[in-house]
Nanobody, 119 residues
Framework: QVHLEESGGGFVQAGGSLRLSCAAS?????LGWFRQAPGKEREFVAT????????FYADSVKGRFTISRDNTKNTVYLQMNSLRPEDTAAYFCAAGRAPSLWRHEYDSWGQGTQVTVSS
């Protein structure tokens, strides 16, 4: 399994921006971001292939969030712009064999980083 560690969460006002980072322990994998709000299921946010050629986004974040990666640093990023209160959640990084929208296709997960957006 891959060790993943997220950072970059915090508190921001609506309309603001944050950039999340996730450092992987090694190897090259498809990397994804999911989020989970209190009392809700963990949901897909974005994913990126090893080569960065394939990227998928949830409809709720398209045009506002951008996923990218730096394989020299084994790090994936999630740039979040135009944040809304409904984006408030714990954000989790995950590693898998291929980019996927489905949680069960990821083998390793980070501990999560909290993002809180105030109205």
């Amino acid at each position: 399994q891959v060790h993943l560690e997220e950072s970059g969460g915090g508190f921001v006002q609506a309309g603001g921006s944050l950039r999340l980072s996730c450092a992987a322990s090694g190897g090259t994998y498809a990397l994804g971001w999911f989020r989970q709000a209190p009392g809700k299921e963990r949901e897909f946010v974005a994913t990126i292939s090893r080569s960065s050629l394939t990227r998928f986004y949830a409809d709720s974040v398209k045009g506002r969030f951008t996923i990218s990666r730096d394989n020299t640093k084994n790090t994936v990023y999630l740039q979040m712009n135009s944040l809304r209160p409904e984006d408030t959640a714990a954000y989790f990084c995950a590693a898998g064999r291929a980019p996927s929208l489905w949680r069960h296709e990821y083998d390793s997960w980070g501990q999560g980083t909290q993002v809180t957006v105030s109205s």
